[in-house]
């Protein structure tokens, strides 16, 4: 019975000695695709911050400033409906200029076209 209890026992530390190379061999395997990740990860990292800094570069560009105007903020949108407003309205009154009251219709033009450069300067420099 002794002989047959040490051959089981054999039989069972091969086994449990199977198991655990087999377990090692998949944390070697999961160590590896976790650094294989890892590296994909810091690779994405490195493309995103090179596309964050290739946008605020646009975003300097006085169009794109136009173009994200939902973006501005309240004061900035006011600014540049203020200067669309006064700069279409100076150009409606030296529209009028020879005809009656010119001067008024000059001196109006010339007050709007001056709010008008400067709520644009507000826009594209605040």
Request: proline share 1%; glycine share 8%.
């Amino acid at each position: 019975m002794s002989e047959e209890y040490s051959k089981l026992r054999a039989q069972k530390v091969k086994e449990d000695e199977e198991r655990v190379r087999q377990g090692e061999a998949q944390v070697q395997k999961m160590m590896k695709k976790v650094d294989k990740e890892a590296n994909e990860v810091q690779f994405a990292i490195k493309e995103l911050e090179e596309a964050r800094s290739k946008v605020e570069e646009l975003n300097k560009d006085p169009l794109m400033k136009v173009l994200n105007f939902k973006e501005a903020g309240i004061v900035r949108q006011g600014a540049f409906a203020l200067m669309l407003l006064c700069g279409v309205r100076s150009v409606g009154d030296l529209t009028q200029i020879g005809g009656v009251a010119g001067n008024e219709h000059a001196f109006l033009a010339g007050i709007q076209a001056l709010i008008a450069v400067v709520a644009g300067a507000t826009y594209f420099f605040l």
